[in-house]
């Protein structure tokens, strides 16, 4: 089975009890775990870590056996920056490309599934890979 990499709205809504999305990202991880290797990258990492105090706190939250870490892939990297091109080009106001687009770039070239609950600019800008996604 390939892997899924889990996009950090899924762990922040499981660490922090998210009345909303709590219910359906826990469930959703559970069920990922049990089919296939869960994945995460440093960025995953830099966004999930803001609710931690310590670097202990969050390898609890996230174990190294039950999330694997991969590096950022240099033709993820390079694609996120056309998928950004194509973002401002359409009008996209910030200015520098944003997590997601290195998060689904990652899924993209790497042929990894991905589990998010966001999936509009997923599908937008990465129509090839394999979301779960509500």
Partial sequence: MRPILV?????????????????????SLFEAAQESVLVI??????????????????EEAMPADVFRRDALPYEAAFLAGKCFRKYRRRGGKKTSPMPDFYIGAHAAVSDYRLLTRDATRYRTYFPDIDLIAP
């Fill in 7 to 27: 996009d950090s709205n899924v762990l922040l809504d499981v660490a922090t009890s998210d009345p909303k999305w709590f219910s359906w990202s826990s469930k």
């Fill in 41 to 58: 990258n440093p960025l995953i990492y830099a966004e999930v870590s803001v609710g931690f105090e310590r670097i202990e706190d969050i």
